[in-house]
């Protein structure tokens, strides 16, 4: 069975960092893409970045393009959200998924999710 579980969230200033996590278990991925997800209150879920579990390939929103870095660990079958210069818009819980197949930021075409992981960034 699939697992993804993240870790990391927190409360936060503006300006400050954060990084999360997202543990992977149950499955190799090698053929599949890592993505992270925001989602605000009464707002749809927003991709934020991606990764390909086996090479470089990486994708980010605009909006936290320079700010936001996406990477792996492949021996501790983890992927990683640092989050830098966070701004109170970042405020969101945040959830790590996995799709197999091309890259994509339509959340609706990843097959695996996790619980999200709160972030919460004050003024």
């Known amino acids: 069975q699939v697992q993804l579980v993240e870790s990391g969230g927190g409360l936060v200033q503006a300006g400050g960092s954060l990084r999360l996590s997202c543990a992977v278990s149950g499955r190799t991925f090698g053929s599949y893409y890592m993505g992270w997800f925001s989602q605000a209150p009464g707002k749809e879920r927003e991709f934020v970045a991606a990764?390909?579990?086996?090479?470089?390939?990486?994708y980010y929103a605009d909006s936290v393009k320079g700010r936001f870095t996406i990477s792996r660990d492949n021996a501790k079958n983890t992927v990683y959200l640092q989050m830098n210069s966070l701004k109170p818009e970042d405020t969101a819980v945040y959830y790590c998924?996995?799709?197999?197949?091309?890259?994509?930021?339509?959340?609706?075409?990843?097959?695996?999710w996790g619980q999200g992981t709160q972030v919460t960034v004050s003024s």
């Open positions: 998924a996995a799709r197999q197949g091309l890259y994509s930021g339509n959340s609706n075409l990843y097959h695996y």
């Open positions: 990764i390909r579990w086996s090479g470089f390939s990486t």
